[in-house]
């Protein structure tokens, strides 16, 4: 049974910083693509990150440069690191998992999801 439970949203002012964390499930967490989507009111989900079995990431236009995707198998977690916030940013986070295949920013390609964590930038 594939679990991923998100933490670390909340509300923080433009400019600042929040890192977000995704725990998952032991097995074979190295072996597939893990992403954070986040969906805003009335908008629809899309991709902010996502990192591969080989460690590669890839990242939204709007992402690159402030966020930074990475996972320590350890654990096993996802995080988010965001930086220089914006408004803009405001969603609801979520991690998720490809059941096998490389990574896509598609959403219906991922078939294990979080619940989610509500990330407000004012």
């Known amino acids: 049974h594939v679990q991923l439970v998100e933490s670390g949203g909340g509300s923080v002012e433009a400019g600042g910083s929040l890192r977000l964390s995704c725990v998952t499930s032991?097995?074979?967490?190295?072996?597939?693509?893990l992403g954070w989507f986040r969906q805003a009111e009335g908008k629809a989900r899309e991709r902010v990150a996502s990192i591969d079995n080989d460690g590669n990431t890839n990242y939204t236009v709007s992402a690159k440069g402030r966020f930074a995707i990475s996972r320590d198998a350890s654990i096993p977690t996802l995080y988010l690191q965001m930086n220089s916030l914006k408004p803009e940013d405001t969603a609801m986070y979520y991690c998720?998992?490809?059941?096998?295949?490389?990574?896509?920013?598609?959403?219906?390609?991922?078939?294990?999801w979080g619940q989610g964590t509500q990330v407000t930038v004012s």
């Open positions: 998720a998992r490809r059941r096998y295949g490389a990574c896509s920013p598609n959403a219906d390609r991922y078939a294990y």
């Open positions: 032991k097995y074979a967490y190295d072996e597939y693509c």
